[in-house]
């Protein structure tokens, strides 16, 4: 049986930060460079008055479906410009979309309104379950990130039988964290896809005390006792520096994998 190949990218947009316009365009090429089949996007602007959107306007360059979830409303500063706006998740794929949900998530008063979002994908004969997060980013609150990825776990869409399910996103922890390691035993079953795609270590973004951490990540998740889709390609992405305008696409990287379906000779083959 011959294979299919689902390419997954998630990538922390930044917001409105930086050149906002030149970020775009190299998030655009480098995103078209790749060729995904699934975006995840975490810090998507997008401007209450339709102005400004990231998700659309990267779904329209790369001929993507789009799924937004607005999230964080405020006034940020775009371009010179005090804009109100959300700071959302959005899904950008080829294929259909299901149902989507968005996910409220624990917080605190000075990290409030958070969300996740989970969508199921149907691509061809498979169909994908993908929560896209972005946890908590405040420092000594492990024990709100592990709240916010249980809740999001923890969605009855994840009882239901798929061919794959995944959680990507900015998590905002590394793996060895405790926040994450909890998830990693049953019923959950954490599987770092890109450690199991071939991936070399990475680091995804410069935290604020000045070093580089690896806070993006994309996992596959067990359902039931069913099998995990292979992984295989798995490297960081969109971390070039536009040439044309000097910027790069974000201040985080790209994590990226492609999930194989159907290829019983795969020794990524993963089954729990």
């Known amino acids: 049986m011959s294979a299919q190949i689902l390419k997954l990218i998630s990538i922390n947009t930044w917001k409105c930060d930086g050149n906002y316009q030149a970020r775009m365009r190299a998030l655009e090429l480098q995103l078209a460079a ?3 089949d699934i975006v995840a996007l975490q810090e998507s602007f997008s401007s209450i008055d339709g102005s400004h959107d990231t998700a659309a306007y990267l779904g329209h360059a790369l001929g993507l479906n789009v799924c937004f979830v607005p999230a964080r409303r405020k006034r940020r500063l775009c371009d010179g410009k005090w804009i109100d706006s959300c700071s959302g998740l959005a899904l950008l794929t080829n294929c259909a979309f299901g149902r989507c949900v968005d996910v409220p998530l624990p917080s605190t008063f000075e990290d409030g309104g958070r969300a996740a ?6 691509a061809g004969t498979r169909s994908v379950l993908i929560a896209n997060v972005h946890l908590s980013h405040l420092a000594d609150v492990a024990e709100l990130r592990r709240r916010q990825l249980e809740a999001v776990l923890s969605h009855e869409l994840f009882k239901h039988r798929m061919d794959a399910a995944i959680v990507c996103g900015d998590f905002n922890a590394e793996i ?5 390691q909890h998830f990693f035993g049953p019923p959950w079953r954490l599987l770092d896809t ?3 795609g071939g991936g070399e270590a990475k680091v995804t973004c410069l935290g604020e005390d000045a070093r580089w951490r690896d806070l ?5 998740v067990q359902i039931g006792h069913g099998s995990r889709p292979g992984f295989r390609d798995a490297v960081v992405v ?7 305008s000097g910027v790069m ?6 994590v990226e994998t492609c999930m194989v379906f159907g290829d019983d000779s795969n020794p990524r ?3 729990i």
């Open 238 to 244: 969109l971390d070039k520096v536009d040439a044309s």
């Open 194 to 196: 890109h450690r199991s």
């Open 176 to 180: 060895q964290s405790s926040e994450l």
């Open 216 to 220: 993006d990540h994309i996992f596959s």
């Open 117 to 122: 979002q989970i969508c199921q994908i149907s």
């Open 34 to 36: 790749r060729n995904p």
């Open 269 to 271: 083959q993963f089954v």
């Open 249 to 254: 696409p974000s201040d985080h990287r790209g």
